[in-house]
């Protein structure tokens, strides 16, 4: 009985230890569709585009429940971007929604940071998604997590899933650190 109550005790106390660490968040890539400045505002939020303030709609085109895989790549401006291939679910719903949203904007917004803006010119009929600046290496650390890279094998997925959380946890007791 003794045995059995210190065991218990024991496993309590590591699981604190180990909760105490920082927490990685989940990975959040969302796609939303320019909606109007006379939509329920509980409905959009505003962003300022290039060409003045836009109005998009807070249910997402393309969440990330939707992303099969992506591929990460350097931006022009120094950033990341990357492109998204989302579900066959996920590709038929988004063309019929750049169907019917020709001629709007499409904002991408990378764990809570809205992150690009592209035109909707014609439907994205291959699920085909891509954000061409405004990522950090963060995002794509806390994406790596969630979310296989294209064409990327079992072993290599899981090297790159542990260095990405490595570096998560540094960034985030850096964080930590600054804010106290």
């Known amino acids: 009985m003794r045995w059995l109550f210190l065991s218990v005790l024991?496993?309590?106390f590591t699981q604190i230890a180990f909760s105490m660490g920082p927490k990685i968040p989940k990975a959040m890539v969302?796609?939303?569709?320019?909606?109007?400045?006379?939509d329920?505002?509980?409905m959009i939020f505003p962003f300022q585009a290039p060409d003045g303030t836009k109005y998009f709609r807070r249910i997402p085109v393309a969440p990330t429940s939707d992303i099969v895989h992506f591929r990460p790549f350097p931006a022009d401006d120094g950033s990341i971007g990357a492109v998204f291939q989302l579900s066959r679910r996920g590709a038929n719903r988004l063309a019929a929604l750049t169907t019917q949203s020709q001629g709007?904007?499409?904002?991408?917004?990378?764990?809570?940071?809205?992150t690009d803006v592209v035109f909707v010119d014609k439907p994205v009929r291959d699920g085909i998604l891509v954000v061409w600046k405004g990522m950090q290496?963060?995002?794509v650390d806390v994406i790596d997590l969630q979310i296989p890279r294209e064409g990327m094998e079992k072993k290599e997925r899981a090297?790159?899933?542990?260095a990405a959380k490595a570096r998560l946890k540094r960034t985030l007791k850096t964080e930590k650190k600054r804010k106290s």
Not at 104 to 114: E, T
């Open 104 to 114: 709007k904007w499409m904002i991408a917004v990378i764990n809570g940071r809205p």
């Open 40 to 42: 329920n505002p509980k």
């Open 10 to 12: 024991f496993l309590g």
């Open 137 to 139: 290496q963060r995002d």
């Open 159 to 162: 090297a790159l899933k542990k």
């Open 30 to 38: 969302n796609f939303h569709i320019e909606g109007s400045k006379n």
